[in-house]
């Protein structure tokens, strides 16, 4: 969600307005899950607010899309939430999707490397808590390579330091790790680059490990260890299988919100009877 502001009885907002009387018109601006989250947690609170929803495109769901791909309709964006917290199952459930939530039938996924399906091995965002896992993904060279972890001075990152996730995992376990495991799974979830991703953004658990003690692998079992997550359970994410865009369109209008496409609020020029900020 972008821009959205609450104004309160007699307030006076940034453009210098007085509120005199009860909010009635808010615009959400975006239409993504967040947006449509936002308008319904607003219709829950506050039933006597108009609620708009500006989206610049000219569909709403933001990274939730489907596609086809070899003639199957699959989504493209995110396709799962986790069910292991309630937000996200009580949203979709508020929304009307509870009958349409499925569960997947495993957790284990593969990976299609050096010539066929190899089983993924458990990690944390692609950094293994045990380096012989790595065997049926990397070659032997990459191994021995990624066995130095062990071996190599404990990794420690000063309060102010960064470092992209692929330059520490690299300079640990070495290229064929990033390139098989850690790019693949990061690209999935942040739609970016291993290497142009800050290690304190994008796996800051693990970051809080390196203080001097722990090799990598070491501070992603420890991360592992304490979060319960050695073994996942297929229950703890869901899945609408009426697919992507479908849910932030029914999040939206099930609490009555107008959704407007094609449309990207400028900032006011000058004094309006109304804020987006
Ligand atoms: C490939 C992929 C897989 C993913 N898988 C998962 C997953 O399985 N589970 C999970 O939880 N997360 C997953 N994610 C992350 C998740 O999709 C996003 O975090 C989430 O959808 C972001 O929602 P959002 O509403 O914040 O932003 P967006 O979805 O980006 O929506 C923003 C919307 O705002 C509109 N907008 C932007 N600027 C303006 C403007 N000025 N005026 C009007 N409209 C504007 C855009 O057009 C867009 O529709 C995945 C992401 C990707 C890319």
Not at 37 to 43: T, V
Not at 108 to 122: E, K
Not at 191 to 211: F, N, T
Not at 242 to 269: D, E, I, N, T
């Amino acid at each position: 969600m972008r821009g959205f502001r609450r104004l309160a009885t007699n307030t006076r907002c940034k453009c210098g307005h007085v509120n005199s009387r009860s909010p009635q018109h808010v615009v959400v601006v975006g239409g993504g899950v967040a947006g449509a989250a936002a308008a319904h947690r607003l219709r829950m609170l506050r039933p006597d607010l108009a609620v708009t929803v500006l989206e610049g495109s000219s569909r709403i769901g933001g990274k939730l899309a489907v596609a086809e791909v070899g003639g199957v309709v699959t989504d493209v964006g995110a396709e799962a939430i986790l069910a292991r917290r309630p937000e996200g199952v009580d949203l979709a459930r508020a929304s009307g999707l509870d009958g349409d939530l499925v569960h997947p039938a495993t957790t284990s996924a593969s990976l299609w490397t050096r010539g066929s399906m190899r089983p993924l091995p458990r990690s944390l965002m692609g950094v293994p808590p045990d380096v012989r896992s790595l065997a049926a993904v990397v070659s032997r060279a990459g191994l021995a390579r990624a066995a130095l972890d062990g071996v190599l001075p404990p990794r420690a990152l000063a309060p102010d330091e960064d470092v992209s996730v692929g330059a520490l995992v690299e300079e640990r376990l070495g290229r064929e790790v990033v390139d098989r495991l850690v790019e693949p799974m990061l690209g999935g979830v942040y739609a970016g680059h291993a290497r142009e991703l800050s290690a304190r953004a994008a796996v800051p658990q693990l970051v809080a490990k390196l203080d001097g003690r722990h090799s990598l692998t070491g501070a992603a079992a420890a991360v592992m260890l304490a979060s319960g997550r050695e073994r996942s359970d297929p229950r703890e994410m869901a899945s609408a299988t009426a697919g992507g865009p479908v849910f932030a369109g029914l999040v939206g209008a099930s609490v009555g919100s107008r959704v407007r496409h094609s449309l990207r609020p400028a900032s006011p020029s000058r004094p309006a009877p109304w804020c987006v900020a």
